[in-house]
């Protein structure tokens, strides 16, 4: 096994990654939700007047199906949760703006990770997530997660050590590539993401128990070996990593037990109403051979004139009326859209 030390790593791309390990090192806590906060909501009830855990987890959950709806990449999804779960430390958000602060957290991480073609618009995230909120309200909660975490949005997070911890142990290894499957740790991530203790754990020793246990599963002395020495190198202390490894083992039995509430894994339905279907012609159901449209023009979103700087106050601000006519023509079933992409 390759020594992990400076020695072997001099004018080499090991030097690199040590360098980038010891960024994300020194800018993880500064991106990491405020526990205090996290703290709070852990220790709320289940009330329809304050946000609780079950919430939280919920809309993650939303996030998650979201994601997968627009193909958005993990590194989004993750990034949405981190912004959402900062923003939810910082301020008391009642329930009712969840949906609309959900959805902001989504579009802001997506500008920052998708290429611009990949960009869902604000228009089509408010129908597909039946958020109930304008794209006025959506541009204004925008500019307050923003002001709030002082447009610091591009983060930190575990799945950053995740993608490095990884290469490292690629370049350290004579193990076949193929048999540390980055895909199956990012869906075990996701599942962490998913509950609220786990943002709690700075995003080095998250990442870090996900590894070893995968590590542990192939029973592969020399990758445990390389952990061991990543491990040392972050200073990471026993007491801190058993505990958090204890909670994720936990966590991953629950997902993959047959037990676990997953979503359903049916095809994306949309539903229609029947005197929509009514007036539809056969034509509609084939997809005509048409050329593609290009994209082209942008979507108009007025900024409200009141501010809503105070989430306790200002409550009707945002919009909760039903969606129009027309938007109700194409009513898509949104838990069925939901897909845990989490390994069998």
Known sequence: MKDLGAEHLAGREGVQLLGLLNLYLEQEQRFQPREKGLSLIEATPENDNTLCPGLRNAKVEDLRSLANFFGSCTETFVLAVNILDRFLALMKVKPKHLSCIGVCSFLLAARIVEEDCNIPST??????????????????????????????????TALNFLHLYHTIILCHTSERKEILSLDKLEAQLKACNCRLVFS?????????CLLNLEVETLKSVELLEILLLVKKHTKINDTEFFYWRELVSKCLVEYSSPECCKPDLKKLVWIVSRRTAQNLHNSYYSVPELPTIPE??????????????????????????????QECTFFFSFKVAQTLCFPS
Request: proline letters at 4%; a negative charge; glycine letters at 4%.
């Open 200 to 208: 709690k754990a700075k995003p080095s020793v998250l990442a870090l």
């Open 123 to 156: 228009h089509d995230v408010i129908r597909i997530s039946q958020c109930k909120c304008t794209a006025s309200d959506i541009k204004r909660m925008e500019k307050i997660i923003s002001e709030k975490l002082h447009y610091e949005l591009e983060a930190t």
């Open 296 to 325: 082209g023009g942008c979507f108009d979103e007025s900024e409200s004139e009141d501010s809503c700087e105070d989430m306790s106050c200002g409550e009707e601000s945002l919009s909760s009326s039903p969606p129009s006519d």
